[in-house]
């Protein structure tokens, strides 16, 4: 298992494809970095050599990945809400943005989207919602530091 | 599902053929006699599927003389898999039910087809396959056989790679001298003092029509002369089709693909081992700061020492064929060079490699194709020797440039065609496949039929012939079909 950038990579597979396990990089964008850095399409990760493995993380520290792709997806979503947009709305009442049916379906949208959009998930925490559980969390927090 | 069958060649034919569907004519034994298909040795207790009418053959599987006789049938031929017991639920007599034999390497369906109307087989004498080689054209529509000695030379150039499924049926692998053959032989004998610049062909042909099979002849017929140096490129796909490092080089600006370079030049120096030991370098080389390669060393040496690593290969690859260009030239040579590149077609088309921008890289675009193409133009050259090409049906991929030069298509106004691709390949003589002559196709099925490995009668071969129109991959099939 070879660690690029904090996130676990199989060895085995080619690293045209090992690369799809990043959070905001899709097949396009993966033989787009491939072909910038010369790879062909039969290179196995364990098959990087330390030069290459330097170059493959370098060009990815650059992208706007990971945490850093959902941090501004959230930021965009908590400033079409600040300004009062009807999306920010939508986003905030976990309904969908995009102009599709309510009457029915629209299962997806009440799962997802929130003002922090969670991706799927299992977590009692993620079913929840940290905007709901947050504040209210801080809620009772003041309330015992107040009775205290 | 039907079964799996002994010929994975003849499975569709078979297959169409129990459906009904067949588009080769059946033959009467096959019509009136009940038949099985075989099973490889899987244990699976699928019953097995009849076809046909049929009359009862009880006498014969039980007859003791056609059991011995099933097992010498099959001497010669390769191991069949093993007959299995039939799962009769049918009108068949359950006494007389038909079981497996376990001959040698037999089965009950040749053994019936064989033995029908009680007659015996009588054995023929197998037919005179040459064990040396004889390059005169007398001894067109003969076989002959590819001495062991050079077996393992043409499986390191890789030139038996395209062969192993059909070389798979016999024991020995057989060629066929055609006329196509005698042209070839005509040309190497011819060239010993002619260049490869006026000494550049390409055969050309449909598919199945035997371009690399004769490319394979050329080659056996260099490595039975000690003065020839054989040049192989065979599997031109893995230089195209992206599975191998490669990187941008900035000195020789174009991309190189340092491992495929050393592979195919450790393969010429293992190959013309003692070829390349006889000729010595013209001047010195120094592959490292310190270390250096003084002129008089023999190019075998040479050879070895740029092969230990890729990036000398890629360096050096161009003075190993200056060198031999040089060697040629002297006046006491007589060594001569032979340049063979199997499927052509795939280096004139994008490869699958990108630069840096996400576009396909053009074939010209690498280092070493590059040097191919100034080869097959005449542009660089050995003093004495000839190049031979072929094109490829396989993949089947649409090569513009390459019909246009080779003038089987015009040149069309919308379709793009690579200048640099149909300028290399203009000036090529081409060589047509011819397909296989009557007496040609006789020769083959006699072959065959002795061998075991056709079921049919040597007289059957007119029949043959036309339904696969002369075609030699075809024709193959078509004789070693079950049905």
Known sequence: MVYILGVPIKDERPVKYALLGFYGIGRAVAENICAKLSFHDTLKVKDLSDSQQTGLSQLLSNMTIEGDLKRQRDANISRYYNIRSYRGLRHAAGLPVNGQNTRTNAKTSKKLNRLQRRSYSTSSIGTLGWNRVLPTAVSILQKIKHIR | MLPKLRSTANSLNIRAGLLGRSKFTWKYRVRNYTYKVERTNSNCSRGIHRFSTFSPLN??????????????LRSNGKKGSQSIESKDSDNMN?????????????????????????????????QAIHKTLDWSPKAEGKMYEIPNSLL???????????????????????????????????????????????????????????????????????????????????????????????????????????????????????????ALGTLTTSKSYELVPGKSIPAGTDLHTLLRKITSKSELSVRFCQSFLQELDAATKQPNSSVNVLFVIDNLSVLSVPTKYKNTENHNLLPCDFYFINILYQYLSGSLSFHRGTIFAATSSQPRIQTPSLDVALGKAKLDPYIPINKAIYDSTKSLQVIPMEPYSVDESLSVMEHLVTSNVCLESVESHRQNHVLSGGNPRLFFDTCTRLT
């Open chain 2, 94 to 126: 359950k006494k007389s039910s038909l079981r497996g034999q376990e001959s040698s390497n037999g089965s009950i369906v040749l053994d019936e087809l064989i033995n029908q109307d009680n007659q015996q087989v009588k054995e023929k004498p197998s």
């Open chain 2, 152 to 274: 393992g030379k043409l499986e390191t150039l890789g030139a038996l790679e395209k062969q192993k499924k059909s070389f798979s049926f016999f024991s020995n692998p057989v060629l066929l001298h055609r006329k196509v053959t005698t042209k070839l032989y005509n040309i190497l004998q011819r060239s010993k003092n002619v260049s490869s610049a006026s000494g550049r062909y390409v055969l050309d042909g449909s598919a199945g029509s035997g371009r690399s099979i004769s490319l394979l002849q050329a080659e056996i017929f260099a490595f039975s002369h000690p003065n020839y140096v054989v040049l192989g490129l065979h599997n031109c796909e893995r230089w195209v089709d992206s599975s191998s490092p490669y990187s941008y080089d900035a000195s020789l600006q174009s991309w190189v693909q340092p491992e495929l370079i050393k592979e195919f030049l450790t393969s010429v120096m293992n190959v013309n081992s003692k």
């Open chain 2, 59 to 72: 006498n014969k599987i039980n007859n003791p003389q056609h059991q011995r006789n099933s097992g010498n």
